[in-house]
Every structure is written in C-alpha cells, then in structure tokens.
C-alpha cells in the first residue's frame, strides 16, 4: 500500500503541482474579493456621498507603511529566486516589521485603544462605526493572517526550506500579502477620501 | 419521424386544450376574491401566464410522454439510437421564441407596474406596523385608528412604516403588498373596487405574533367613510379620547374590570403601590404611566414578562397620553 | 471500541464539546476581569458567539484536519496519507480523515443524507401543526424555530449532496486519480461537521427569522440565533473550499484528448456551479457576519437605531435593506448552486438509458454557465415588495425572466436526446423522467413570481413555497436520488433492489405532486408564509390536509430508500462492472472503483455519449507514463 501512496505523490510533477497551486490561491483571491467588494459596496450603500471626520495625517502615514511594506516583499520574492537567502530573510522581516506597525496604527489610534480619551467614533455609532469597525477590522484580520503567513515562511526560510527552484510558499505569501494591500488601496480612499465630511451637530 | 411528431403535437394540443380550459373556467377560483383596480392588471397578468404555463407544460411534458411510449426499447433490441448530435436551427429556434415570450412579459409588466405605481392619489393613509398590530392614520383628516376603513373607488396611497422589525402590509382582495421597513418609508398605492370586509394580514415574518398580525379592514362608499370620520374625530374632552386610545391599544393587553390578561389590569391601578421585578416599589402616578407608556422595559412589573411594546411620540403624541393618563385616572375600584 | 474513539469524528466531537466550554468560559472571565455584567442574562449572547468560534477550532484541532498543514508549517515532511489505514476496519476510514476523493464523496453523501432525514422529521412535525387552524402543540417561537431550521438543514444536505456527487465524480470523470487538493478536500469536508453542530445546537435556544435571517428581527432573535449564523457562515467557508478543488480538477487534471467540449456533461455543470459557490457564498457570509457583530458590538449596520453620539458625529443610520441586498446577492445563485449539479445529473443520464447522444451538448454546457452568470444579475427579485427602488424592480424582472431561455434550452435538448431513442426505465431513468416533470413545474411557476406586479401579490405566500419545493424537489433532490442509484453499483459493487426502487418512485413522485400542488393552490388563497395559526375563514385546511398527508408519505418513501440502499450494500446481489453500458470511463474499471481509480492514464478517442460508434468515448493508454 505505500508503495502506491509512493506512485500517487511522484505522478504529478512539481510544475505541475506549482500550476494547479497558483490556480488555487488565485481563485482564492478572487473569492475573498467578493467579501471585500461587498463591504466596500455597503459603505457607499450606507454612507452614500458623506464620510466621517477621521485623521487625515493617520490615514497617509498608515497607507504609506502598507504600500513600502509590499516592495520589500517584493525584494524578498526577487532574493529567493537568485538564491539570495540573507537578503530573502531581511527584506522578509522588513516586511513583517511594517505590517506590524500598520497593524498597530490601525488598531492603537484609529480604534483607539493607545488613545487616553478612546476612540473619536465607537462601532455603536450609527453606520458610521459599524461600517468603519467593519471595514478595518476585516483588513485588520487579513493583515494578520499575512503576518503570521510571513512568520512562517520566514522560520522556513530560515531552515533552508526554499531554494531559487522551489520557493511556493514564498510566492504565495507575497501574492497574499500585495492582495491585501490591494484591498487597502480601495479601502482608504473608500473612508478617508470620498465624499464630504458629515456636518457635526 | 414524419408520424411520430404529428401523434405528439395531437397529445399536445389535447393537454393543452385540457389545460387550458381548467385555467379559463376555474381561474377565478384559483385566486381570493378580486376587491381593486391595481388586483385587476395583476390578475390579468396572472391568468395570462397560468395559460402560459399549461401551453409550455403540455408541450414539454407532451413530447416526454409521447417519447416514453413510442421508443421504448423493444425487448431484445440491443442496438443504440441514431447518431444524431443536434440540430442548430432548431436550437436557434428554442433560443429565439422563449426570449420573445419573456421580452413580452416583461414589457407588459413593466406597463403595468409603472401603472399600478403612479403617484397620483386621492386619499394618504399613514400605516405603521409594529409587533404585533397595524396603526391606521389619516392626516389629512386628522384621525387614527386600529381599523383600516376607507371609500370605494378612490385610490389610496398607503405610506408605510414600521416601528420595530419588518412586516408586510397586505389585503390579499387587493393584490398588492409592500414592506413596512423600519427607518425607511415605502408606497403602496390601492383603488378599492369592492365594498366588504376584509383583512391586513402581515406578510413578512416578524416574530412570535407574525401569525396574529392581523387589522380589520372595511371599503365602504363615499357617505358612510365620510360618516366614519366624522365619528372618529378625537373627542374634545380628554378623558373620551383616553378612553378610545386605550379601547385601541391597550386593552388587548390590559383590562379594564380587574382580571389580569397579559398586563396588569387598569382597574384601580392609578395610584397603587406596584412591586416591580429589580425588587423596588414604586407608586403609580402620571410620570410612572407615561413613563411605562414610552419606555415599558424600564420597569417592569412583578410576576409579567416585559412584552409591552413601546408606544413612541410617532404612535401617541404627547397630548394622547396624556389623555390615556386622564382616563385611567377615571377607573377607581 | 478503540477504533471508534480513534476516529476523527468522535475526536472532533470532544474537541468541539471542549472548545464550546472554554468559549464560554473565556467570555466570562473575561468580562469578570472588565468589571462587567457576568450574570448569564448579560453574557449569554456574546458567551456563545465566543463558544461557537472556539468549539470550531477545537473540533478542527482534535480531529486531526489540520495535522499535516501544521506539519508543513513547521517545515516537517507531511506525505499524502493514502490507501486504507492498515490495522483498523474497513468502516474507519469513513469515520476519519481520509484524502481518496471516493471516501470523501461518501462521507458528503452520507451526510447529506443524514441531515435530509432530520430536516424531512422537522417538516413532519411542524406539518402536523399545521394540519388544523388554531395553535396545536408548537408555540410560535418553536413553530418559526422549525421552520427555519428545516429549510437551512435541507440547504445544507443540498450543499453535501452536492459536494458528494462532486468528489466522487468528478476526478472519475476527467480521468484524474484524486482531486487538485486532497487536503483541501477533507477539510472542506470535516469543517462541516461542527458547522452542523452548531446549527443543531441552535434549536435548543431557538431563533425565530426563519431561514433568512433578516435583520432587524435576526438582531433582536432569541438567542441560538447567533449559532445558526456562524454555522452557516462555516458551512459557507466549506462551500467556497469544495469549489476551488472542484475547478482546479475539472481544469487541470483532464485527461489527454479531453478537450472541454469533450467533457462530461456533469463536469460542466459543476464547473458553472462552483463559479458561483466561489464567489457569491462570501457574500452571504458577510451578511451573516455583520449581523452577528452587530448583535455582539452594537454596530448597526442593519437596524436604524442612532446613538447621541452617532447623530453627534451626523452618522447616517443603517438600513435594513443592504442585509437583503447582501444575502441575495448569495443566495439566489445559490438556487443555481442546487439546480445546476442536478440539472447536468439529468443530462449525464438521459444519453445512457436512450442509447442516444446528448443533443446539442455545446448548448446544454453553454447553458450551465449561462444560467450561472445571469444568475447573479437577478437577486432583487426577492425584494420586489421590500421598499426598493422602482426602476430597480423593473430592472430585476427583466433580468430574472431571462433565466428561463438557458433552462428551456436545456429542457428542449433534453427531449431531442430522448427523441427517436431507445429508452429503458430503471430507476434511475424513472426519476430523472420524475425530476424532469417536477422541474419543469417548479421553473414554470417561476416567471409569474419574477413579474413585478403577480409577485406584490404572491410573494411571501405558500405559492412561492411550492415553487421552491417543486424546483428543489426535480432540480435536486429527484436527480440526486437517481444519481445514488446510478451509482449504487460502482461505488458498492452490489446492485440495489430494482423492486423497492420502483416501490420508491411509485409513491414519492404523487406524493409530491400533491404535497406541491396543494401548496401553491393555498399560497393563492391567501396562505402566508411562516405562520403557525391560519385563518380558517380562508378555507385553505383541505390542503393543508393534502400537504401534510403527502409530507408523511415522501418521508415514508425516502425510509425506503434508505432501507433499500443500506441493504443492497451489504447484501446486494454483486453487480457487473458496467450494468448500464455507460461510455463513462467511470464504468471501464472495476465495481467497487480501485483505490486510485485508473492504473494507467486515459486518453480521450471518441463522444462521450455516441451509443451507436464503435469508438469507445476513452481507452486507456498502454504506457504508465504521466502527464
Ligand atoms: C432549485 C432552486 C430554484 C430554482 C431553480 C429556481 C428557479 C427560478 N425561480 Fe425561484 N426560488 C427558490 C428556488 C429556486 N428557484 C427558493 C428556495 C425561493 C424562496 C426563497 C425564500 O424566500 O425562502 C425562490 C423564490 C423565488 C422568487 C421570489 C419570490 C418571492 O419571495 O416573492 C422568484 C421571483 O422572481 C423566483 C423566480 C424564479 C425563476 C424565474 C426561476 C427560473 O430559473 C426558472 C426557469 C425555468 C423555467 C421557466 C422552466 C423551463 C423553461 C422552458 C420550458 C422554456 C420556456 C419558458 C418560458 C418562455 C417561460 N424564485
Ligand atoms: C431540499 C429542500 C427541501 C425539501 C426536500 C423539503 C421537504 C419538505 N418541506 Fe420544506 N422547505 C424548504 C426546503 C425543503 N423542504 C425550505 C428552504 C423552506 C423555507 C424555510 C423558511 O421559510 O425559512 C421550506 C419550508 C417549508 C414549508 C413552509 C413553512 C412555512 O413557511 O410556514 C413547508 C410547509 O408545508 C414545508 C414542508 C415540507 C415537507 C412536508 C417536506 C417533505 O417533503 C419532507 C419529506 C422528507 C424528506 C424529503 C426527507 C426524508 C429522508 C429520509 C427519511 C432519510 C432518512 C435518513 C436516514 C435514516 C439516515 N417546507
Ligand atoms: Cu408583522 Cu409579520
Ligand atoms: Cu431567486
């Protein structure tokens, strides 16, 4: 019998394993779109041309981090398929490190939790903070997944796990990883940019 | 081949003629009885798909039963049918006429709808659902009622709200429903035809009394609605008008002799200590009924589930209760 | 004994059981840390969303799906278990995570069939309420628990079912000898299993929205509400997994000469349905998440409710209606999702039991797609009374009555295919010619609810009841009655008992004629949806009568046939390789189908249903060599 478990895993070739494996995270991909197109939908359904007031300064720095944390992965990705592992691994951290950050921006000022008078807008007010909490706690919540993806390519990497040939796991944790940039490249002009800011009362 | 397709289409036509004359004579039967213009455009649509439907079935179904009799496989037979992958005309052809079919309909319906949808009006009522019972409200007259009571012939436009979750505003005689949907306003507009009794039956699950949703509904002509309203004007004297308020809205729940229903009595509640369930006491007076009026679930009583519904300024203005107050100030033991 | 505690299910099920109580405990602890209400009234709702999670993940952990990926993550070798475990029984491995496509196929099925009998008791039951006016034995909250319980299990077992006949086919059918993920698919299995859970667990609070879920009830419900949301949501998560296999393997596991236009029909109409299930489930699962937060954190999405401080900051309120948009935009494709697998069934069958091509394959596959995408422009027909914009009801109806022509074209192939055959009737073919009929009723009834105008006055009524029950009945159920037949002998290598197949047809099919029918004539005469107490005035109790009585003989019928296929099973006569002279390359190999299908790789030579060519439809190549 295990000998033709043996058979079974031999028959398919790595290109052809590496071929069905894109397949399967991009439709992935295109699958969690829908979810994401979906909230970016109910903002404009509930918010239609208003917006609340948030920090515009927060918004560019955070966006700014996410949008330099995908060229590092990117620089990472290049590195392991020239074989260069040290640089693979450095850019690989650089990356985490400023994911981390976004994370922490997100979570520490715009939700308010490292704020001594707490958040500007709570997720009880209105649609306002529902679809605001929803939004950025959805890409919140991708963000860490993507952290802890790139911690485990990482501690891979780090124990030899890829080679310039075969490196999978690599692509696959960049291609999530520019995704979930991508969706915040909709969702930041989404909150911060379109539409006026609601009168205060 | 020739002879096969003749005996089908025979098998059709006679199901279709079958068919077709259950939908023409029993039609009126299949649906309640017809009670508004806006039902009539419905009806007609209706009946016209439910031929449709017999013709399409009969065809179907027709060459189906026709082919499970005339090529059954012959005992012993072991050969396979011809080779035949498909005809391209005859796709185009079954592509073609049902997209002409429903074109049409769609057409028709969308004449109809935008007919069935014009603003024009000439009587507004102001309908609000909540759990579990219909308010009636007619602005331009200025009264209220828990009994939906309106003239023959004149087209109504319903303005619909709900105060709690969603129901759905329907009288089946007259065809149409819409949504009351909570912070929206929807439309529904209805020309009675027919003077009777009828019933609102909420049509959108909302809850363990969906079911007992109901609201009386009379069409009556011109004189009598114009007669009814006259006799609904709000009484000047507010102890009249507490007592009308309470006989709509509150006695399905309260009683006025003493014996308990689903909430305490009224009988000589005004005044009396009453126990309540987070172990305080408090005195009745008219802020505490006001009070148990806008906010029920504030304090609850003793020994009753906190099923009162909140009645907000848009169901009881403030004058209303406290005419409600003046009433039950009346009812001493 | 051993061997059954060993076994992913019962492991998984003290995982879930033990993961359900640190849920609740975690919240309230953690709401004793925060100085917070921990009295169960106060804690309940977000004690038990937190319960849900958790048990999820501990049934997940215990039950050993996730082992090998977390192998890998930790950079250990994790081979592709394969074959029968050696040193258990024969019944283990379908108690367990297993990777073969066929073991999966069955734990779908089995399923699916399980969950079937339990909703098909529930209908019983809440229809014998419903025999008489007046409030029987179910009080209102229990009577709306039913109801929706019934109609999002049959759901479920449809998703299974589906998914069964999926697995076990589909690599069969492309040649391939498992699916693109074999991970992926006993995960996508397993997760099920405590998404079931869940849903069982929410009868015990109850939750009174019927299957819809629709805020702002949904947002005051009762309290097992939140279960029934997140098992949904896990049930979804299943959904979009099983797709992605599905279309990894019927796109790039074919065999060689299996261009598209030479696939299995059935391969088509699942690749059209998993096109959906990819993308539109999220959307669903969505809508449900949103609503469990805002049940959890108050944020309202859904309900209209403002906040001093919301109107402060000048939020605009939320809206009751995006829940609908969102769960429509879902789950009316997910209509398609139940049809369209049933649909190819049919097609799959009628060229083999009338000897005859299948007529205009091209158009019958185009229609599958056709069908998949226009499906996703039409989810407001379900709103045409919620409040929506005019133009965008007339919109909906002119896209929703479209849907019509992909499904003639279907049925009007389907009579060319039988036309000038040579036709037998087996069970199976019996109930594809029973699914035919009732399909065709089901789809018929459903122009009149898609014209704006007939649906203001049928919607919410048991008109649309019986069009869905007539739809699902002949779109899924009958097929996948005649697919388990069909199969029966490939996938046991015993033949099932042609008499009480018969039996089985003979008394179902009526039997749903009339429980449909009677439906939709008391729809028309004033019978709404979701009530537990009718008016008798209406005069609507014959048909009650006739729907309950119904009701009671399917459930008969349907023990029947599982008597008949648990039986057969075991002590069936043994069947031949290819008892239907099926071109299938499915029936060239060995009954019951060898561990990994086909020792040498296939090449695809002739029609998959052209009867009357000597070419067969695959032959089997002479060298071993792959790709
Ligand atoms: C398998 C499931 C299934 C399928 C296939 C369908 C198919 C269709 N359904 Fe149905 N539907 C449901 C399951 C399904 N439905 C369910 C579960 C609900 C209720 C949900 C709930 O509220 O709980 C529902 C509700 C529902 C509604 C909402 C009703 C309401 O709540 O008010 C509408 C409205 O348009 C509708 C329309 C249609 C249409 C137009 C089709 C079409 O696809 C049918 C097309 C087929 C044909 C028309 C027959 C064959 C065609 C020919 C022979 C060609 C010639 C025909 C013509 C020219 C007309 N359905
Ligand atoms: C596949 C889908 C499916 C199936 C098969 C059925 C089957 C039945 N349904 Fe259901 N129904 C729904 C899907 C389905 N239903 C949905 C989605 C709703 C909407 C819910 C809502 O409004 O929220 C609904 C609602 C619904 C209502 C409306 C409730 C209401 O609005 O008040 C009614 C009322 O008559 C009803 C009746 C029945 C009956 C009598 C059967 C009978 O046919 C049942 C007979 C039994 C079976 C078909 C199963 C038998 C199987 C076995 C016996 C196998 C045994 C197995 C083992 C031993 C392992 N159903
Ligand atoms: Cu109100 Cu149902
Ligand atoms: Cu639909």
């Known amino acids: 019998m295990s000998q033709l478990a043996h058979v079974h895993q031999e028959e398919m070739s790595y290109a052809r394993r590496l071929r069905l494996n894109r397949w399967g995270l991009w439709m992935f991909l295109v699958s969690e779109s829908f979810m994401f197109a979906g909230l970016f939908a109910a903002r404009f359904y509930l918010w239609g041309n208003t917006r609340p007031e948030l920090d515009q300064t927060l918004g560019l720095v955070l966006t700014s981090i996410l949008l330099v944390s995908s060229f590092f992965m990117n620089r990472a990705e290049v590195a392991i398929s020239q074989g260069h592992r040290k640089e693979f691994l450095r850019s690989l951290l650089v990356t985490f490190f400023l994911g981390a950050a976004f994370l922490v921006g997100v979570v520490g000022f715009e939700w308010g939790l490292f704020l001594p008078e707490g958040p500007h807008i709570r997720p009880s007010d209105g649609a306002f903070g529902a679809v605001l909490y929803g939004m950025t706690g959805m890409h919140a919540f991708h963000v860490l997944t993507g952290l802890i993806f790139i911690l485990v390519v990482w501690n891979l990497g780090r124990k030899g796990g890829f080679s310039p040939e075969r490196y999978w796991g690599v692509e696959a944790c960049a291609v999530y990883w520019h995704f979930v940039d991508l969706v915040w490249v909709f969702f930041y002009p989404a909150l911060y940019l379109i539409g006026e800011v609601a009168k205060l009362h | ?333 | 004994m051993v061997h059954l505690m060993s076994t992913a299910l019962v492991r998984g099920l003290l995982g879930q059981a033990v993961g359900f109580l640190l849920g609740l405990v975690l919240v309230l602890a953690g709401r004793g840390l925060l100085g917070l209400d921990t009295s169960w009234e106060a804690a309940r709702q977000p004690a038990l969303v937190s319960a849900a999670l958790v048990s999820v993940l501990g049934f997940m952990l215990a039950s050993g799906m996730v082992e090998d990926w977390l192998k890998e993550m930790r950079g250990e070798p994790a081979p592709l278990r394969h074959g029968p475990p050696e040193g258990r029984p024969g019944w283990w491995r379908y108690l367990s995570v297993d990777y073969n496509h066929k073991v999966i196929g069955i734990q779908y099925g089995a399923t699916s069939i399980i969950l079937l009998g339990l909703a098909g008791l529930v209908a019983v039951i809440f229809r014998l309420e419903l025999t008489k006016p007046g409030i029987e034995f179910l009080d209102p909250n229990r009577f709306n628990t039913l109801i929706g319980w019934h109609g999002i299990v049959m759901i479920a077992a449809i998703l299974l079912g589906v998914g069964g006949m999926a697995n076990y086919l589909i690599p069969l059918m492309v040649g391939a000898r498992d699916m693109a993920f074999p991970r992926l698919n006993a995960f996508a299995f397993w997760i099920n299993v405590p998404a079931v859970v869940l849903v069982v667990l929410a009868l015990f609070w109850g939750w009174d929205t019927g299957w819809t879920g629709y805020p702002p009830l949904g947002v005051f419900s009762l309290a097992g509400i939140d279960l029934f949301y997140i098992g949904v949501f896990v049930v979804g998560l299943s959904s979009i997994l099983g797709a992605i296999n599905i279309i990894a393997t019927s796109l790039g596991m074919r065999a060689r000469g299996m261009t598209l236009f030479r696939m299995p029909i059935f391969v088509w109409a699942m690749l059209a349905t998993s096109l959906i299930a990819l993308t539109a489930t999220q959307l669903i699962g969505l809508s449900f998440l949103m609503v469990v937060l805002e049940r959890t954190f108050g944020m309202h999405f859904f309900t209209p409710i403002l906040t001093e401080h919301a109107k402060a900051i000048g939020s605009p309120p939320g809206n009751p209606l995006l829940f609908q948009h969102l769960f429509w935009f879902y789950s009316h494709p997910a209509v398609y999702i139940f049809v369209l697998p049933g649909l190819g069934i049919i097609s799959e069958l009628l060229p083999v039991f009338s000897r005859k091509p299948l007529f205009g394959y091209k158009w019958v596959a185009m229609a599958s797609m056709a069908i998949a995408l226009v499906g996703f422009l039409v989810w407001g027909h379900h709103m045409f009374t919620s409040g929506m914009s005019d133009i965008m009801r007339v919109t909906m109806m002119w896209t929703t009555l479209l849907v019509a022509v992909p499904t003639g074209i279907k049925f009007f192939n389907w009579l060319g295919t039988m036309w000038g055959g040579k036709l037998t009737f087996p069970t199976p073919m019996l109930f594809v010619l029973g699914a035919l009929s009732i399909f065709l009723i089901g789809g018929l009834s459903g122009p009149p609810n898609g014209t704006v105008t007939t649906d203001l006055f049928l919607h919410d009524t048991y008109w649309i009841v019986g069009h869905f029950h007539a739809t699902m009945f002949g779109g899924f159920l009958f097929p996948y009655i005649a697919a388990v037949y069909y199969w029966f002998p490939k996938v046991t290598g015993r033949m099932y008992n042609e008499r009480l197949g018969k039996l089985h047809f003979w008394l179902m099919t009526p039997a749903f004629w009339a429980m449909s029918l009677s439906q939709m004539m008391a729809g028309l005469w004033g019978m709404r949806r979701r009530i537990v107490d009718y008016d008798p005035a209406l005069g609507i109790e014959p048909f009650h009568l006739v729907t309950t009585v119904a009701g009671i003989v399917i459930f008969i019928a349907m023990l029947i046939f599982v008597g008949n296929i648990v039986w057969s099973a075991v002590k069936g006569p043994v069947a031949e390789a290819n008892p239907w002279k099926s071109r299938s390359p499915e029936f060239q190999v060995p009954s019951p189908v060898p561990e990994f299908n086909y020792d040498r790789p296939l090449v695809v030579v002739g029609d998959p249903y052209d009867y009357a060519r000597p070419e067969p439809y695959v032959v089997f190549a002479s060298s071993s060599a792959a790709d």
């Not at chain 2, 005996?7 to 309640?32: N, S």
């Not at chain 2, 449709?52 to 179907?60: D, E, G, K, R, T």
């Not at chain 2, 304090?299 to 848009?314: I, L, R, S, Y």
């Open chain 2, 1 to 333: 081949m020739k002879r096969h397709l003749v005996r089908a289409l025979v098998l059709i036509v006679v199901l279709a003629a079958g068919l077709g004359y259950l939908v023409y004579t029993g039609f009126e039967v299949f649906v309640p009885t017809l009670a508004s213009a806006e039902g009539e455009r419905i009806d007609q649509l209706l009946r016209l798909q439910f031929f449709l439907i017999a013709a399409i079935f009969s065809l179907v179904v027709g060459f189906a039963l026709y082919a499970v009799f005339a090529f059954r496989r012959r005992p012993g037979d072991e050969t396979a049918g011809p080779s035949i992958h498909g005809h391209s005309l005859l796709e185009i052809s079954w592509t073609l006429v049902p997209l002409l079919i429903v074109l049409g309909l769609s057409a028709m319906t969308t004449r109809d709808f935008f007919w069935i949808r014009r603003p024009d009006h000439d009587l507004l009522i102001r309908v609000t659902g909540q759990q579990f019972s219909w308010i009636f409200e007619y602005p331009e007259q200025g009264i209220k009622s828990g009994e939906l009571v309106v003239p023959e012939g004149k087209r109504i436009k319903f303005e619909i709200h709900s105060a709690d979750v969603v129901h759905s505003f329907w009288v089946p005689e007259w065809r149409v429903k819409e949504d009351a949907v909570p912070g929206l306003t929807t439309y529904a507009y209805i020309t009675p035809s027919r003077e009777g009794a009828f019933k609102v039956r909420c049509a959108e699950l909302c809850g363990a009394g969906h079911a007992n949703m109901l609201a009386p509904v009379r069409v009556v002509s011109q004189e009598e609605f114009e007669a009814w309203v006259a006799q609904q004007k709000p009484p000047a004297d507010p102890v009249e008008l507490g007592k009308r308020l309470v006989e709509q809205y509150c006695v399905a729940c309260h009683s006025l002799d003493g014996s308990k229903k689903v909430g305490p009595t009224f009988l000589g509640m005004f005044g009396r200590q009453t126990p309540l369930t987070d172990g305080t006491t408090v005195t009745v007076d008219e802020a505490y009924i006001q009070a148990s009026i806008r906010d029920p679930k504030a304090q609850v009583v003793e020994g009753f589930q906190p099923v009162m519904p909140a009645f907000g300024p848009d169901q009881l203005s403030d004058e209303e209760v406290a005419a409600i107050v003046a009433f039950l100030k009346t009812l001493k033991e």
